[in-house]
């Protein structure tokens, strides 16, 4: 029971905001204890986690693949299958989601997304199914909005729009529900997957005209409390994405000055956080308006 608990530990503590760099010097004491004592069961959760957040952290040399000192994705993988262990396959699937989704590769994200779709049935506990919904949510809704930018608008296209609003709907449903029961764990997260829902709604085919401009004021009062209450929890990661996520909507109506801010406020979140490609990433964006503020 007590290996169970430090997994929950740190799998809570790595979505409370806890910074990266420590919580994984954190983790490779706990892993070392596991190891020691052959706790394989609880193993083939806690590693996919550990090297997830590690991944995060920066200290893999690919990040886009669980491979390193706490897991061999392949291996694990196939013994996940061999055993029949569904809830391991799943918290490798879940991890690789959320880690490719700070990456920006969201057709490789939205892939583990499906295949992580176990969660719904193998995981009982209110923070790795709040995780899994708002990942999911994160993901189609960024794949809507890049499709929504390409030329291909034909019958394929709508398709998988439609899809992925079924199953942000769905996801976003099942995170009300959590938020009702826990709120300080799942209330920001259910803001911000309703704000990019509105925004994907006001950016593609559905939201064109007034209604365009309904989704879009909608999405801006969601994304700015979900940032409020991300920020008040200490939050640091999902205070980040709410800040990206307003600043696109912003910069979408030409809003040029308040995206550059709220950007730069994700950028340093990201800092704190120590997600050291997200940094990058946003300092590249904040590059092309020249307003870098570096700490």
């Avoid at 391991?88 to 499906?114: N, W």
């Avoid at 365009?212 to 920020?231: E, N, P, Q, T």
């Avoid at 730069?264 to 307003?291: H, I, M």
Wanted: proline share 3%; charged share 25%; with cysteine.
């Amino acid at each position: 029971m007590g290996m169970l608990a430090i997994n929950l530990y740190c799998m809570c503590a790595a979505h409370c905001g806890v910074p990266l760099p420590g919580l994984v010097d954190e983790i490779r004491r706990f892993y070392d204890s596991m190891v020691a004592y052959k706790q394989h069961t609880v193993l083939a959760i806690f590693g996919p986690m550990a090297q997830g957040l590690a991944n995060c952290a920066g200290q893999a040399d690919d990040p886009t693949v669980l491979t390193g000192e706490f897991l061999n994705q392949d291996e694990a993988i196939r013994l996940s299958i061999e055993n029949n262990n569904k809830t391991a396959l799943t918290a490798i699937m879940m991890t690789l989601t959320e880690v490719l989704f700070y990456l920006d590769e969201l057709e490789a994200a939205e892939a583990r997304s499906e295949m992580a779709r176990g969660a719904e049935t193998s995981l009982r506990t209110a923070l790795p199914l709040c995780l899994y919904h708002q990942m999911t949510v994160m993901v189609a809704m960024g794949q809507c909005r890049r499709d929504s930018s390409s030329q291909e608008h034909g019958v394929r296209y709508r398709r998988k729009r439609r899809l992925r609003f079924r199953r942000a709907r769905r996801s976003w449903k099942e995170l009300d529900r959590l938020a009702k029961n826990a709120p300080h764990t799942c209330l920001n997260k259910s803001y911000l997957v309703g704000a990019e829902i509105a925004f994907s709604k006001g950016h593609g085919g559905r939201g064109r005209g007034g209604r365009g401009r309904f989704w879009l004021d909608k999405a801006f009062s969601s994304y700015r409390v979900s940032i409020s209450i991300a920020k008040k929890e200490g939050y640091l990661q999902d205070e980040a994405m709410a800040c990206e996520g307003l600043a696109e909507a912003l910069l979408s109506v030409g809003r040029i000055d308040e995206a550059t801010s709220l950007y730069q406020r994700a950028r340093d979140c990201y800092d704190q956080w120590g997600c050291p490609f997200k940094v990058e990433r946003l300092d590249k964006r904040l590059s092309k308006y020249n307003t870098i503020i570096l700490p």
